[in-house]
């Protein structure tokens, strides 16, 4: 039998938190109607048993006599055991029938203006009236809306490419996003480089923390990592020290200098920060595959504070 993929059995937990939604409402892997005509809904080991998938992937692209879920050379080339596609139920217990509709139609604007936001998506069969079904296919951009035997005046079908297993992330929090929008009735935000992650937001609290720290001379700063907490020393306050035993300045005098520089760099941080936080997130190296270290975001630190950020 057919298997979930854990990418999909995430984006199922998700829809549901956002719709409010059963586990049954949000299926994956096809029932016993859907193992005798294929389709996304089903792995490689049904599509062969029902003889709708014949080896190796290399052979037979494009051919008629394979399932049109295994036709493509891509998902040929990706072709598991794993359901590649989902179906979300119409009853939202947030939002009702007409979130739902909100969201198919959002679904379908994105994926017609907006398909580099939804990269692993090929298809829907969707109703956005909740009358007439339709069906939407990237393969065949050029078609536009056509009609389908699907029964998606109840449900929203989404069909994703075989070889994207694993690596869809992007496209599955981005469906996610255009739900949520849907259900509070708002606006979802441009794409997917404003969705920002309990992570993201994180390390951006911890870049202008240790940004603070360093201007405003503070001895050790933490600046989180990977789950991992780096204590980088500022000599700001060691130098001064020197500095002012050098040319006698007493330690009144000194503390004196110390709280006008501070509150000096202080005011002229607040007024820089936002720049230098943005030029810094813009500098940083993209952390796809998560291997974004201390080192990285050290470098980007002293070249945009030795520098400053780009125009």
Known sequence: MSSAPADLLQFRADARTVTGL????VGIVGDGAHQKTGGYHEGKDVLVTIGRYHAPATANVGSGGEDYSARQARDRNGLTNSASASDVGSQWPHGGRAAWLRWNNLL?????????????????????????????????????????TDTVDTHTHLELWRDTEGNRKITLDRIVTLMRAAVTGTTPTAGTEDDMTPEQDE???????????????DAQIPLQNQGKTSNWPNKTGAKIDQIATKVGIDPAGLGQIEAAAKAGAGEAFAEQRQALIDGIV?????????????????????DVLLHGAAA
């Not at 059963?22 to 409402?25: I, L």
């Not at 609290?205 to 720290?213: F, H």
Request: glycine residues 8%; aromatic residues 4%.
């Open 203 to 217: 390390r951006l609290k911890n870049i202008d923390t240790w940004l603070r720290g360093f201007i405003q001379g």
């Open 282 to 302: 813009a500098a940083l190296p993209q952390d796809k595959d998560g291997t974004l270290g201390i080192a990285d975001v050290r470098a980007v630190l002293v």
């Open 22 to 25: 059963g586990a049954a409402d």
């Open 108 to 148: 379908y604007a994105e994926m017609r203006d907006h398909q580099d936001r939804l990269p692993a998506l090929r298809a829907i069969n969707v109703s956005l009236d909740g009358k007439t079904k339709k069906r939407f296919d990237q393969l065949r951009r050029d078609d536009g809306l056509i009609a389908s």
